[in-house]
């Protein structure tokens, strides 16, 4: 294998049947001060966090990803992790809802904001509550799996929503729900109609790869085509075990995305990023996202600005492929949707003419053609699929 990747640390004293089944590292999470003290030693200000910090939000991490911060080379994956006593301090922008979801939230766990795409919460539990989640308002508030009765209305909303195209599976993590919830819930969007995809964010990949069993892939599979978003921020992140459970998942069809958020402190480097990108991409895994940290409550601390994400952007333009370099992207606080951010190599313009300075200094000039020579092509054929997604309406 071209790249080394490095197992996580088991405990001596925990058997390997255990250490290897989903629910074990579930029901062993690591949720108190004392439970923490066991794996870590605990600096002061992660103390306060533990003594002062609990109502801002859920503290809980797999034995596993302990693991992994314990054998990480640095202390990025801790920090993920770990609360710190700078949640509690005053931010610059804090942010209960920063994307603005409960005024698109038109049915119960439905977040609605593009017109053919919807987000669909089935569980507000993770399985580790990272300190920069965008979701606080609703994550590990009530720990438990959607209610029957939310549940229905939730896809009848969906049914009658004829625009819909896609439904994105998310939370809290969709994968910590059991086998027959997450079947019951891939076949009840599969046999609506107007459903093209299915995508499931979760980051159990990363915090509890033992989660990818043979029968997940199974039901993951008959319910095609479902994408599976993954959520790797580090390249110590990706160990023997998460390689295993990628594997898995691209060589049974099912295509895998990467969404990343950049971190200060933790991964805002270049060097990280294309060791994790390159690798994600030898994996069979596509850099999608990488996203300027949302200003959600208690995150200052972990946000970077947008002057220093462009700034790794444009070092790593040119150098990474194009297949390793995700999409630097801003999601507009307040629900103003996701922008990109790219570089700007156009230096200036005359009528037609365009001149660019390439990543390398390269100077050349882009010439269009006149507007009178411009001819669309016939598209008959398609007109009425782009104008039925086009007027899909929201409400
Ligand atoms: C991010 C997001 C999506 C998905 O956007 P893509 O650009 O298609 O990945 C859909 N709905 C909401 C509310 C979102 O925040
Ligand atoms: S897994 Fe996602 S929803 Fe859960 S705490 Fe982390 S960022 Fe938030």
Redesign the pocket.
Known sequence: MKFHFLSSFKPENIDAADWNNWTWQLRHSLKTQDDFSQHFELTKDELLAFQQGKELFNVRTTPYYAGVANNSKSDSIRKILMPHRYEMAEGHQQMLDP?G?KK?NPAPRI????SD???FLITDICSVYCRFCTRKHFTGQEQAFIRNEEYEMAISYIRKHTGLR?V?LSGGDPLTVSDGQLDRVLSDLRRIDHIEIIRIGSRMPVVCPMRVTDDLVKIIKKNKPVYLMSHFNHPDELTSEAVEALERLVDNGIPVMNQMVLLNGINNHPALIQALNRRLVYLRVKP??MFQCDPSMGTDHLRTSIEDSLEIQKELWGHLSGLAMPNLSV?IPNGG??TYLVPNFQVSQDGRVRNYVGWDGVEAQYISPPENQIRKPDASAYECEWNDLKNSKKI
Do not use: C, M, P
Request: proline content about 0%; cysteine-free.
């Open positions: 994307l979801e698109n977040i609605h904001r593009y795409r919807a987000l896609e994105i999608y996202y999601d949707g996701k």
